[in-house]
Every structure is written in C-alpha cells, then in structure tokens.
C-alpha cells in the first residue's frame, strides 16, 4: 500500500531557531500533500495544502512566514517552522492522496521548543 | 461550512464485546468518508475508504457503513480485542483539491 514518510519522528529546539520537517510519498506520486497540527487531545487541524511547483494554500490563521512549505517535487514536500517559540510545540503531520487508496499519513513529528 | 462530529467522544468495553462508533457531518456533499485509527503519539493509520457511491466497506472484523442523505458513517467492530484500543477519527472529502475534515475522535479502551 501507499507509504509516506515523515522525518524527523521527534525534534528539540531552542527558541529562535528554525526547524524543517520532510515528508514522502514512497512508491506513489503526490501532486498534493496536507499538514496538519494537532494539539494534545484534540483532533487534527488543517494547516496548509501542498501543491508541486506552486505555491501552498494556507488555511485561515496559519503563518505563512513562520510556517514555510516547500513542495519541489512529486514525492517531497517540507514544511519549515521558522523562529520557532514554546507555542509553537505540537505533533505535525503530513498526508498524501492516492487516488486509490485515499489518503496516508506520516507518522508525525512531535516539536517541541524550549 | 462542514462540521464533523463524532459521538461518543470516549468508550470503554470489556473485550469481546461489539464495538459502534459514530460520526455525523452536516454537508451531504461528499467526495469520500475515510475512518482512521490515531496511537498515542502515532500518526494516523488508514482503515477504511468508503466512496460517496458505496454504502459500506469491510475489512476483517471493520465494518463502515455510509448513510448520504443523512450525513451519518458508523464503524463497527466486531469482537473487540485489548488491542483495539486508540483513539479513531472519521474524516470527510467535501472539496475538490482533497481537503480533509475530521471529527474530533472517539477514544476507545478495551478492557482485558
């Protein structure tokens, strides 16, 4: 079946620096790709929509200039936070679509700023 | 705009009992119901897919039924075991690009 992979699993940053996290698509090609942020306990929130060769689509309320997305090729897509500060921690997640199977998921990044 | 809901927002079962998850959404209008099972601090695993044509889809002990008209999915499953314990979101299509709107999970623990 569709695999993607997210990197890094977890991350531990000092206030201020930036951090960038992957995502691939493994044995499919994703022209689309979603993050997503989920806070403890609660479900998951849309962040932007990744698009290869374009520019992201962000969700209302979502930085664009903290949140940095990159989508440079079929099977790659990075999403950068940048100046990272405490209220920034959260688990992120990734997905693509394929069309066959619908929609797979990384298996998250757990950020957390100190 | 799409609202998601997902009822009851936590279950406990002893093993081997039935296990009926609920999920509502306001638009009709769907693409696609996708139902998901999250571990603590896991990303999500896909269970079942149900196009907006199909009225259900099985896997195994996973059943999902689909219900259009009056924007309901049920997931059933069936002799639940210890580890059927997480946390499971249902997830609705309602846009062309694939945006995905989900529930806010129900909790499930299954008692040895």
């Known amino acids: 079946g569709a695999v993607v992979s997210q990197h890094p699993s977890w991350v531990i940053c000092k206030s201020g620096t930036s951090v960038k996290i992957e995502c691939r698509s493994l044995?499919?090609?994703?022209?689309?790709m979603f993050w997503y942020r989920q806070f403890p306990k609660q479900s998951l929130m849309l962040m932007a929509t990744s698009n290869e060769g374009s520019k992201a689509t962000y969700e209302q309320g979502v930085e664009k200039d903290k949140f940095l997305i990159n989508h440079a090729s079929l099977t790659l897509s990075t999403l950068t936070v940048t100046s990272a500060h405490p209220e920034d921690s959260s688990f992120y997640i990734c997905s693509a679509r394929d069309l066959d199977e619908g929609y797979t998921f990384g298996s998250g990044t757990r950020l957390t700023v100190v | 705009k799409q609202e998601v809901t997902q009822i009851p927002a936590a279950l406990s079962v002893p093993e081997g009992e039935n296990l009926v998850l609920n999920c509502s959404f306001t638009?009709?209008?769907?693409?696609?119901l996708q139902w998901f099972r999250q571990d603590p601090g896991k990303g999500l695993t896909s269970l079942l897919l149900?196009?907006?044509?199909?009225r259900e889809q099985t896997s195994g002990r996973l059943n999902a039924s689909l219900d259009k008209s009056s924007g309901r999915s049920t997931l059933y499953i069936a002799a639940s075991q210890p580890g059927d314990s997480a946390t499971y979101l249902c997830a609705v299509n309602t846009d062309s690009w694939g945006k995905l709107q989900f529930g806010a999970g129900t909790q499930v623990v299954v008692t040895p």
């Open positions: 149900i196009q907006s044509s199909q």
């Open positions: 044995d499919f090609q994703a022209t689309t």
């Open positions: 638009d009709s209008a769907i693409y696609n």
